[in-house]
């Protein structure tokens, strides 16, 4: 046990060496900015319906994603999933058990990342004095925080395949792509679940119970798909 670990903790600390650094954060910055202008552009002309353009637009339809895809290509060093460890399993380390820690940090960065944008979204959309604003808070940030870190997850998947991860681009086009309808070709995309989860059209008639546990089984997945995928 104290192996795998060893062994995660040095995958984590290699991809929070690869997400230091200023551009990183100018990214998040401009992005942040970016929702919360929007939001606010939304809440002057829409007022009644500015918080759910705000969140279903620019937050979990462009800058959710995007941002996750920029994580994963940053972590994975432009590399393929499997290769993107070589550095530290030269050394000794375990590469799966180094990739799960490289997957940790990137889920855990695009969950706080979500629920970042979320928030400045929803100040943006509201005025401070709204009594809505606490309750769309708590709602929405959980949502943002559980799709930031399965989008990661997702797009960590992705880069299995393609000589240098090149499956994560195709990943992000088609979850834009075919995440945005609502058949059974949209099920495997986080888009659509999120989506049903803020309240919009469900993928093949989901609940939101339904949803919660979609973006769980492709997290899930994700992660068994990356391991199974990387040599031990």
């Known amino acids: 046990m104290s192996d795998v670990r060893s062994g995660i903790a040095v995958g984590a600390a290699l991809a929070r060496e690869r997400l230091r650094g200023v551009t990183p954060l100018l990214v998040l910055a401009l992005s942040g900015c970016a929702v919360y202008a929007l939001a606010v ?19 979990f339809g462009f800058a959710l994603p995007i941002l996750a895809y920029l994580v994963s290509e940053r972590v994975c060093n432009g590399e393929r999933l499997d290769r ?6 030269r050394h000794g380390a375990d590469r799966r058990h180094a990739l799960l820690g490289a997957l940790l940090v990137s889920a855990l960065v695009m969950a706080f990342a979500g629920t970042l944008l979320t928030l400045l979204a ?10 809505d604003l606490a309750r769309d808070l708590a709602t929405s940030a959980a949502i943002a925080f559980v799709t930031g ?13 393609g000589k240098r991860g090149g499956g994560r681009k195709w990943a992000l086009v088609l979850d834009f792509m075919l995440g945005a309808g609502d058949s059974l070709l949209a099920a495997p995309w986080p888009r659509g679940h999120a989506r049903n989860l803020l309240g919009g059209v ?8 339904g949803a919660w546990l979609a973006l769980a089984a492709i997290a899930l997945l994700s992660v068994a798909f990356s391991v199974s995928r990387t040599p031990g």
């Open 41 to 59: 552009l939304e809440r002057q002309s829409s007022p009644d319906s500015a918080a759910d353009s705000a969140l279903a637009g620019p937050v």
């Open 84 to 89: 993107s460890v070589d550095t530290v399993a």
């Open 122 to 131: 929803l100040l943006g959309a509201h005025s401070l004095h709204d009594a």
């Open 149 to 161: 870190a399965v989008y990661a997850l997702a797009f960590g998947a992705a880069s299995s395949f």
């Open 202 to 209: 469900p993928v093949l008639e989901l609940s939101q119970s």
